[in-house]
């Protein structure tokens, strides 16, 4: 069983839409989410940071994480055609200095 | 200078060859980490370096080595390639434990 689970889509919206994205986790020890967007031929861009749980917003990007359900999820709110990306879950412990474990990713389309 | 950037963008090797990529991290960033992320997947943790020492490792062979110099600036290296070590090979800097991870657009590595 792999430490992060993202379900790989592909998804695609209309312009506009509310676009959830999500991620489970099994190691509890886990304490800082990402989310990571990642154009074709780039490197991932970091869009949003969480420690433990909350919420936190950005823009039109909110991130959420329930660590007791071990399930982290991202909204894009009047979703974009320059949104179509791949967009990839990441965690990591405390101690494990810069050691990122990333979810599959989730391929996003928005039509216009 | 800003940004990480990595070289060469696109390798074609042999099975059985040897490779070495190479990083320029972003000014100010003393940690070095490489990732590797095969088509369709997210991008898995090969190694940390901090002031020039390994100080991490993924689940990869001791045929996947690096460097990390003075000027922070590092190297991949991969010997006896394998067809699956075809892939996207990520680079990215950052503070440590810090939590702006910066990324390259990496080199994407094919193994014939």
């Known amino acids: 069983q792999k430490e992060v689970e993202q379900d790989p889509g592909p998804l695609s919206v209309p312009e506009g839409a509310i676009v959830s994205l999500n991620c489970t986790y099994s190691n509890s020890a886990f304490q800082y989410f990402m989310w990571y967007r990642q154009y074709s031929r780039k490197g991932p861009e970091l869009l949003m940071y969480?420690?433990?749980?909350g919420n936190k917003e950005d823009g039109r990007f909110t991130a959420q994480v329930d660590k007791s359900s071990k399930y982290i999820s991202l909204f894009i709110r009047d979703s974009q055609p320059s949104d179509s990306a791949t967009y990839l879950c990441?965690?990591?412990?405390?101690?494990?200095?810069?050691?990122?474990?990333f979810g599959e990713g989730t391929q996003l389309t928005v039509n216009p | 200078e800003t940004g990480v950037t990595q070289s060469p963008t696109h390798l074609i090797k042999t099975r059985g060859q040897q490779v070495t990529l190479r990083c320029s991290s972003q000014s100010g960033h003393n940690t070095v980490s490489w990732y590797q992320q095969a088509l369709g997947q997210g991008p898995q943790f090969i190694f940390q370096y901090y002031r020039e020492e390994e100080n991490g490792r993924g689940n990869f062979p001791p045929r996947f080595s690096g460097l990390q110099f003075p000027n922070y600036s590092s190297e991949l290296n991969v010997n006896a390639l394998e067809l699956d070590d075809s892939a996207l090979y990520l680079c990215a800097s950052s503070f440590p434990g810090g939590y702006g991870y910066t990324f390259g657009s990496g080199t994407r590595l094919t193994v014939v």
């Open positions: 969480t420690y433990s749980s």
């Open positions: 990441a965690m990591r412990v405390e101690t494990s200095g810069s050691r990122l474990t």
